[in-house]
């Protein structure tokens, strides 16, 4: 049977991290949104590490949060340990991350959803797509039940035709304790959708009190917490109470009363129960086909590939305020269970540990990410999406990014309006995209700050202004926020002006900050600004000359962006173009010539081949 009369204008199959972002974003610009899960008991579940950012990420959930995301609000009201990576290093690849209670986390999020007006939320799996005229208009469900809409988007994780892995042991299931998506991959096949296998694994869990604390090394969170949203441009109402409802929302205040982590390593018998018992290995004895994470790697393959390293550190956290079980960081394994609790026992302070939940490994399908535009929408079925996981990423933060800006051009494409398209020079978020839709991924695709050749641009505090233009164009904020951010700007503007043109001793302020930034004795009035303000500004003067060179440098790109390339263009017909570099054009299709010019085998000849085609073909037309 037919659920609804009247197609929803966004359907999301799956309440992942990127599930929920998709159909928040959807909700909140207007449009009517149904989210189908198998269990809404689940929903945002942290299936691995109850962690929130890290390096390249953390910058990335601020930009969530400037687009109108929720994890970042989410991560502070829920988070039990703050601490700024690269504290040391420059602004620009300074990186939050945050320890957040695991349920609480995934609890209040269940409960965001649950009041978003124009978002119903209804648990049954679904099974296959509905297709008419090469477009997708619908899902059918295990219940018999169908639900029609003029966009889909499939933010399925790790549940396509999911295989779990404890040594030789093999379970269905997307992850444990949950079932696995089989017959929604048949139907993306029909639809002409490639798909392949990838891998990725979890550590196991240990009770708390069974751990020997005396032999571990304390990592506290930091005193001064470095959040991920902006409070600073957010309105005076309680994020805790639901105005309408009376009802009230799990979290704390942000950064209250943090939980330490604890730092411990392998040892060399761990390295010997390791080696002697690879053979029993889901990954090592063929067992799983599937490519693994490379800058996530399980402990076997930690010791194969680096087999010089004495010992590898290991981290204990906590996974909430209210449980007593703590997540084993860097040991991710999919070894037998008795060889797991050797392996757990060799190392310091876990000698007596107790294993609560068992590490495994688990195997699923991805739709290699070159089958998608810039939009996240796919190549081959007309309104349908793809974000997270089954686009070839590792990691909640790519997964909420994805489900954000599918959400948002799932909505668009609803209406009928034109997408919401980050540039790679704009945000990290514009580069997983790019990076995704013209190279693709055979690997589990992870951020980091060394993808992005302008990341001196993208200094965590400034991802609300990078990316206002967008929030506003699509109407992603409320107008408070948008004028906040705005006069913000505004301040931000008024200062840099003022250090660069004003003069102290020895030359202008901005001189004097190059020089020595601890020696010079700022206005008064300057120190009086927000400290979110203050930060941008020093940020901007202290490198003027570094984001002058990076912003040169895009505006001398920015015309290869613009050349568009003909939808028609036969690839495979040009004289001169190099046969490798024509079949990878002919497949991928890139819109434009700066997109061409990033696909893996692409060379630059290649590119002054198109661009003096493409110019002889408008030459012609005019």
């Not at 009190?209 to 309680?238: V, Y």
């Not at 991928?588 to 061409?596: E, H, I, K, V, W």
């Amino acid at each position: 049977m037919i659920y609804n009369q009247k197609p929803f204008d966004v359907i999301v199959c799956g309440a992942g991290h990127a599930g929920v972002e998709a159909s928040l974003a959807a909700a909140r610009m207007g449009a009517s949104t149904l989210l189908l899960t198998g269990n809404i008991d689940t929903i945002a579940q942290m299936s691995c590490n109850p962690a929130i950012g890290g390096q390249a990420k953390g910058q990335m959930v601020r930009e969530i949060d400037a687009l109108g995301g929720e994890m970042a609000i989410n991560t502070d009201l829920t988070g039990i340990q703050f601490r700024l990576l690269n504290e040391s290093k420059g602004p620009a690849v300074q990186s939050p991350r945050a320890q957040c209670d695991k349920k609480a986390y995934q609890f209040r999020l269940k409960h965001t959803l649950e009041l978003q007006p124009n978002l119903q939320i209804f648990q049954a799996t679904v099974t296959g797509l509905i297709f008419k005229d090469g477009k997708v208009v619908g899902c059918r469900t295990n219940l018999d039940i169908d639900f029609m809409g003029q966009t889909v988007v499939i933010t399925t994780g790790t549940f396509l035709r999911g295989l779990m892995h404890v040594g030789q042991n093999k379970n269905e299931g997307g992850r444990l304790g949950d079932f696995s998506a089989k017959t929604l991959s048949g139907s993306l096949l029909e639809a002409g959708i490639e798909l392949q296998r990838l891998k990725t694994g979890t550590p196991p869990r240990i009770l708390g009190r069974s751990i020997n604390f005396s032999e571990l090394e304390e990592q506290k969170g930091d005193p001064e917490p470095t959040l991920f949203a902006f409070h600073d441009t957010r309105g005076p109402e309680d994020p805790f109470h639901v105005e309408q409802t009376g009802e009230q929302r799990i979290g704390w205040k942000p950064g209250s009363v943090q939980v330490s982590c604890w730092m411990t390593h392998t040892t060399l018998r761990s390295a010997e129960i390791v080696r002697d018992n690879l053979h029993k290995s889901a990954m090592y004895s063929g067992e799983i086909s599937g490519v693994g994470p490379r800058y996530c790697p399980s402990i076997e393959d930690k010791f194969v590939r680096f087999a010089d390293k004495p010992r590898h550190l290991l981290f204990l956290e906590p996974e909430g305020r209210n449980t007593n079980e703590y997540y084993i960081n860097g040991l991710s394994t999919s070894l037998p269970f008795d060889i797991q609790l050797e392996l757990v026992h060799s190392i310091p302070g876990l000698e007596q540990a107790q294993l609560l939940r068992p590490a495994y490994a688990v195997e699923y399908d991805f739709a290699p990410p070159t089958q998608m535009f810039p939009s996240l929408e796919s190549r081959k079925v007309e309104n349908l999406f793809l974000a997270g996981q089954i686009n070839g990423t590792s990691g909640y933060e790519e997964a909420a990014a994805q489900g954000l800006v599918a959400g948002v051009n799932a909505a668009l494409k609803a209406r009928g309006g034109p997408p919401l398209i980050i540039k790679r020079h704009e945000a990290y978020i514009g580069v997983l995209i790019d990076d995704l839709v013209t190279k693709g991924t055979t690997e589990p695709y992870r951020m980091f700050t060394s993808r992005a050749e302008h990341r001196l641009l993208f200094n965590h505090g400034s991802a609300e202004l990078r990316l206002l233009q967008h929030a506003k164009s699509h109407m992603l904020l409320n107008n408070s926020r948008l004028e906040n951010i705005f006069a913000k700007e505004k301040r931000v503007g008024y200062w840099e002006n003022r250090f660069e043109t004003s003069t102290t001793v020895g030359g202008s302020w901005a001189n004097a900050i190059r020089r020595d930034r601890e020696a010079v004795i700022l206005p008064p009035e300057f120190a009086a600004e927000a400290k979110e303000v203050r930060e941008e500004v020093l940020y901007r003067v202290a490198y003027r000359g570094y984001l002058d060179r990076e912003r040169r440098q895009i505006e001398k790109f920015k015309h290869v962006e613009k050349v568009r390339i003909p939808d028609a263009l036969d690839y495979l017909a040009i004289p001169g173009l190099r046969r490798e570099s024509a079949l990878k054009l002919h497949q991928l299709r890139p819109q434009n010539l700066g997109q061409a010019g990033r696909i893996s085998g692409v060379n630059p000849a290649d590119i002054s081949i198109l661009m003096v085609l493409i110019a002889a073909q408008n030459a012609e037309k005019s």
